[in-house]
């Protein structure tokens, strides 16, 4: 099963500022996904990011506020974008297992604005 | 409607009990459903998969499917303590490769 390496672990951020969350994964992968997670609650899912394609958005969240690039089959980044107070949440990458077998997670990024 | 849903819980049972923990989803093109178990502060992590209609077991482990009543259960027998966490459901709606959870619920296993 594919591991993988997500960083940083947890930032502490100003408002108004952007932080790029890496995603490395340890064999080819076709599709990765971001998700978040906010305080109490379940994973909700920003983005799937295909290499070479733009990433897919889903209902509510737009590319200028969570710029997401996918050099390889192996790496992307997230980025979250002018933050404020209402960005602090766990974002957390995934990949699919085996096609049809479930994902595996990165161990989150935990971040906090002030 | 959302697209998988659970009951947030808290589900509290005493050590050694059955915990039964349920979930409905709304698209009836999802075939294929997961449980995923995620202690506080950690990442979830995958523990059952599910894709035809009956019962898989594993270990103390056993998913339930029912298409027909667009129903998911997981069973945990012989609870422990160190099952108290949050069990999250997802499945994958029609045609697409992504992976969409449930509000999770929070199991409570009391010693």
């Known amino acids: 099963s594919a591991v993988i390496s997500q960083k940083p672990s947890r930032d502490i951020c100003q408002r108004g500022t952007s932080l790029t969350i890496q995603c490395q994964v340890d064999?080819?992968?076709?599709?990765m996904f971001w998700y978040r997670q906010q305080p109490g609650q379940s994973l909700t899912l920003i983005a799937t990011?295909?290499?070479?394609?733009?990433?897919?958005?889903e209902s509510g969240f737009v590319i200028d506020k969570f710029p997401i690039s996918r050099p390889n089959l192996t790496f992307s980044t997230l980025t979250v974008s002018n933050m404020s107070p209402e960005d602090s949440s766990i974002y957390l990458c995934?990949?699919?297992?085996?096609?049809?077998?479930?994902?595996?997670f990165g161990s989150g990024t935990r971040l906090t604005v002030v | 409607q959302k697209e998988v849903e659970q009951n947030s819980g808290p589900l509290s049972v005493p050590e050694g009990a059955i915990a039964s923990l349920n979930c409905t989803y709304s698209d009836r093109g999802s075939q294929s459903f997961f449980w995923y178990r995620q202690y506080s502060g950690k990442s979830p992590e995958l523990i059952m998969s599910i894709y035809s209609n009956g019962d898989k077991e594993d270990g103390r482990f056993t998913a339930q499917l029912n298409k027909a009543s667009q129903y998911v259960s997981l069973l945990i027998r012989d609870s422990q303590p160190s099952d108290s966490a949050t069990y999250l459901c997802a499945g994958h709606p029609s045609n697409t490769g992504k992976l969409i959870f449930g509000q999770g619920t929070t199991l409570q296993v009391k010693p």
């Open positions: 064999s080819q992968v076709t599709m």
């Open positions: 995934s990949v699919e297992l085996t096609q049809g077998y479930g994902y595996t």
């Open positions: 990011a295909n290499q070479g394609s733009e990433a897919t958005y």
